[in-house]
């Protein structure tokens, strides 16, 4: 692997992490919003509800917690010296799929195969 497993996964979590904070201070700044407001917000001719734009940064939050908790994993896989090898079949995961997703736990054949 040309990068540094641990730098990408460090990377890749702080990243995680400040996008975690920033859904949730859009989170937190809907709800406000909505406990300012006194007009019927489902029937809002203006678009999309509070209630809907906050449920779907909810969905991206809870995804992006997933995502921190995968990063968490392989980093607990690099300690042990089981990062980059797939935990479905024990092959070695490429360098460029680490690359590009450092939390990935499964190899390109095991990962379409649950996929289907």
Same mark, same amino acid.
């Given at each position: 692997?040309?990068?540094?497993? +641990? =730098? &990408?996964?460090?990377?890749?979590?702080?990243?995680?992490?400040?996008?975690?904070?920033? %859904? $949730?201070? @859009?989170?937190?700044?809907? $709800? +406000?919003? @909505? =406990?300012?407001?006194?007009?019927?917000?489902?029937?809002?001719?203006?678009?999309?509800?509070?209630?809907? $734009?906050?449920? @779907?940064? @909810? /969905? %991206?939050?809870?995804?992006?917690?997933?995502? &921190?908790?995968? %990063?968490?994993? =392989?980093? /607990?896989? &690099?300690?042990?010296?089981?990062?980059?090898?797939?935990?479905? *079949?024990?092959?070695?995961?490429?360098?460029?799929?680490?690359?590009? &997703?450092?939390?990935?736990?499964?190899? %390109? =054949? *095991?990962?379409?195969?649950?996929?289907?």
């Amino acid at each position: 692997m040309d990068h540094d497993p +641990a =730098a &990408l996964i460090a990377a890749e979590r702080e990243a995680t992490s400040s996008r975690i904070a920033s %859904l $949730a201070r @859009q989170v937190e700044g809907l $709800a +406000a919003e @909505q =406990a300012l407001t006194t007009h019927d917000d489902e029937h809002d001719p203006e678009g999309v509800t509070i209630g809907f $734009a906050r449920a @779907q940064i @909810q /969905g %991206l939050l809870a995804g992006a917690r997933k995502d &921190l908790d995968a %990063l968490d994993r =392989a980093a /607990g896989r &690099l300690a042990i010296g089981t990062y980059g090898r797939c935990l479905t *079949c024990g092959n070695p995961i490429p360098d460029a799929r680490l690359e590009a &997703l450092p939390a990935a736990e499964t190899c %390109l =054949a *095991c990962a379409t195969r649950r996929r289907r």
